[in-house]
């Protein structure tokens, strides 16, 4: 394996930094010092007013293999998370068919193994995602899976819900729920509330959210088996889980870059490329979950990366398939949010690698089967998985640009604030001075 060294960036650990170089050989890093004396032969990268830290890790990818292959495949998603400075990515079980079982899990890592990244995979609660009989997550686990979810639909049967917190919690695994109780949001396309009556779209209220984060809580407490909150995007969803979380309930949370991004006002011109569910909530909430992630009351940052063929977009609104790209673009809107220029960077890694991994049992102390470990705190002897991100980089996002192989990001034109410059994931430079090797 090559050697590298990552010369003079801001190294952030987990509680503390310093400006000096990272020296990595044969998958690991070796040393992390003031200056480290190398080998002739080393690749030495330029990280100087960089910020260098573990690589960052998506809980929430949408890679649509197997299935819907002309949105993306596992391969095209690795690509584009490479660029967005990601080592390892959780693949979502909504497919066609559906990660419901070990055979298809399989092939997923097997297909993962082969790109740049660590691809791990969510299984699905249920068979088939479709809420009436349980998966074998027993099965699924003993493959490595660590997180199961019916993700784009949660489990609406309360009763269900109950039985596979208790079938989970032996397995040492977490489940993850998309909060939305279908039968409030039935037929909304946006978010209910003065803008959706305006433009005469029905709405998906608040409250279809908030009461299954409610729901759920209550019988993660039951229970005792963790619970991930999935892309929340209300105020009051975000508080919740994280006063649970202080009284001790094994539970973590997630908000994707849209919802602390963009606000229902994008609805205006009835372009499907800003339909998503949960819906783009008002302005207020923005800002409510902006001020969250400063605070410590999120856990992690997740994509929620959506790839659909452009004909999908091209529906009208009301029948167009929800979702956004996500991956390309996370770092930058996470560090504006945060900020920009007063971020801090142990809350952009924390949120960004270091929860993320731990959510996804990707740290080194997880043993898992097939995947290095991620999140690490920058020290000798961890796994090679680190990202060099350059705050300073000020650049504009466009779609004819993207490595994902959809274009439905609603982000085209929009001026953005830090880019990944290097990425090395499995020991290998991927991404080098902005570009893929």
Same mark, same amino acid.
């Given at each position: 394996?090559?050697?590298?060294?990552?010369?003079?960036?801001?190294?952030?650990?987990?509680?503390?930094?310093?400006?000096?170089?990272?020296?990595?050989?044969?998958?690991?890093?070796?040393?992390?010092?003031?200056?480290?004396?190398?080998?002739?032969?080393?690749?030495?990268?330029?990280?100087?007013?960089?910020?260098?830290?573990?690589?960052?890790?998506?809980?929430?990818?949408?890679?649509?293999?197997?299935?819907?292959?002309?949105?993306?495949?596992?391969?095209?998603?690795?690509?584009?998370?490479?660029? &967005?400075?990601?080592?390892?990515?959780?693949?979502?079980?909504?497919?066609?068919?559906?990660?419901?079982?070990?055979?298809?899990? /399989?092939?997923?890592?097997?297909? &993962?193994?082969?790109?740049?990244?660590?691809?791990?995979?969510?299984?699905?609660?249920?068979? &088939?995602?479709?809420?009436?009989?349980?998966?074998?997550?027993?099965?699924?686990?003993?493959?490595?899976?660590r997180?199961?979810?019916?993700?784009?639909? &949660?489990?609406?049967?309360? #009763?269900?819900?109950?039985?596979?917190?208790?079938?989970?919690?032996?397995?040492?695994?977490?489940?993850?729920?998309?909060?939305?109780?279908?039968?409030?949001?039935? %037929?909304g /396309?946006?978010?209910?509330?003065?803008? /959706?009556?305006?433009?005469?779209?029905?709405?998906?209220?608040?409250?279809?959210?908030?009461?299954?984060?409610?729901?759920?809580?209550?019988?993660?407490?039951?229970?005792?088996?963790?619970?991930?909150?999935?892309?929340?995007?209300?105020?009051? #969803?975000?508080?919740?889980?994280?006063?649970?979380?202080?009284?001790?309930?094994?539970? /973590?949370?997630?908000v994707?870059?849209?919802?602390?991004?963009?606000?229902?006002?994008?609805?205006?011109?009835?372009?499907?490329?800003?339909?998503?569910?949960?819906?783009?909530?008002?302005?207020?909430?923005?800002?409510?979950?902006?001020?969250?992630?400063?605070? %410590?009351?999120?856990?992690?940052?997740?994509?929620?990366?959506?790839?659909?063929?452009?004909?999908?977009?091209?529906?009208?609104?009301?029948e167009?398939?929800?979702?956004?790209l996500?991956?390309e673009?996370?770092?930058?809107?996470?560090y504006?949010?945060?900020?920009?220029?007063?971020?801090?960077?142990?809350?952009?890694? #924390?949120?960004?690698?270091?929860?993320?991994?731990?959510?996804?049992?990707?740290?080194? #102390?997880?043993?898992?089967?097939?995947?290095?470990?991620?999140?690490?705190?920058?020290?000798?002897?961890?796994?090679?998985n680190?990202?060099?991100?350059?705050?300073?980089?000020?650049?504009?996002?466009?779609?004819?640009?993207?490595?994902?192989?959809?274009?439905?990001?609603?982000?085209?034109?929009?001026?953005?604030? %830090?880019?990944?410059?290097?990425?090395?994931?499995?020991?290998e430079?991927?991404?080098?001075d902005?570009?893929?090797?």
């Amino acid at each position: 394996m090559s050697a590298y060294v990552l010369r003079q960036g801001l190294v952030v650990g987990e509680s503390s930094s310093l400006v000096g170089d990272v020296f990595i050989e044969d998958g690991l890093i070796r040393e992390v010092a003031p200056h480290v004396q190398c080998a002739k032969g080393t690749l030495e990268i330029d990280a100087e007013g960089c910020w260098v830290g573990p690589g960052l890790v998506d809980l929430h990818a949408h890679l649509r293999e197997p299935g819907d292959e002309a949105a993306e495949t596992i391969e095209s998603g690795a690509r584009a998370g490479a660029m &967005g400075g990601f080592s390892a990515l959780v693949a979502m079980p909504n497919t066609e068919p559906a990660l419901d079982n070990p055979a298809l899990v /399989s092939y997923v890592l097997d297909r &993962g193994a082969r790109t740049p990244l660590d691809i791990a995979v969510a299984g699905a609660i249920t068979q &088939g995602r479709r809420g009436e009989l349980l998966a074998p997550m027993a099965e699924m686990a003993a493959l490595g899976v660590r997180i199961f979810t019916d993700d784009g639909v &949660g489990v609406q049967d309360p #009763s269900l819900m109950r039985r596979a917190l208790v079938y989970a919690k032996p397995l040492g695994v977490c489940l993850a729920q998309h909060c939305e109780d279908e039968r409030l949001a039935a %037929g909304g /396309s946006m978010n209910e509330g003065a803008v /959706s009556s305006r433009l005469g779209l029905v709405g998906r209220p608040m409250l279809a959210e908030e009461l299954m984060v409610m729901r759920d809580l209550e019988l993660v407490r039951l229970t005792g088996c963790p619970m991930h909150f999935m892309h929340l995007s209300t105020g009051r #969803s975000v508080a919740m889980v994280a006063a649970a979380r202080l009284e001790g309930l094994p539970v /973590s949370s997630e908000v994707a870059p849209h919802h602390f991004t963009l606000d229902e006002d994008s609805m205006a011109t009835f372009d499907p490329i800003f339909k998503v569910h949960p819906p783009l909530r008002a302005a207020a909430h923005v800002a409510a979950l902006r001020a969250a992630l400063v605070a %410590g009351q999120i856990d992690a940052v997740a994509t929620d990366h959506a790839p659909h063929a452009p004909e999908m977009k091209d529906l009208p609104f009301d029948e167009a398939p929800p979702g956004m790209l996500g991956l390309e673009h996370a770092a930058a809107l996470t560090y504006e949010a945060l900020g920009a220029d007063a971020a801090d960077p142990l809350i952009f890694f #924390s949120l960004l690698s270091r929860a993320p991994a731990r959510v996804a049992q990707l740290r080194a #102390s997880d043993h898992r089967p097939r995947h290095g470990a991620h999140g690490g705190a920058m020290h000798a002897g961890e796994d090679a998985n680190v990202v060099v991100f350059d705050p300073a980089q000020r650049w504009t996002a466009r779609r004819d640009a993207l490595q994902s192989r959809a274009t439905n990001t609603p982000y085209d034109g929009r001026a953005m604030f %830090g880019k990944v410059r290097a990425l090395i994931a499995k020991g290998e430079l991927v991404v080098d001075d902005g570009a893929l090797r």
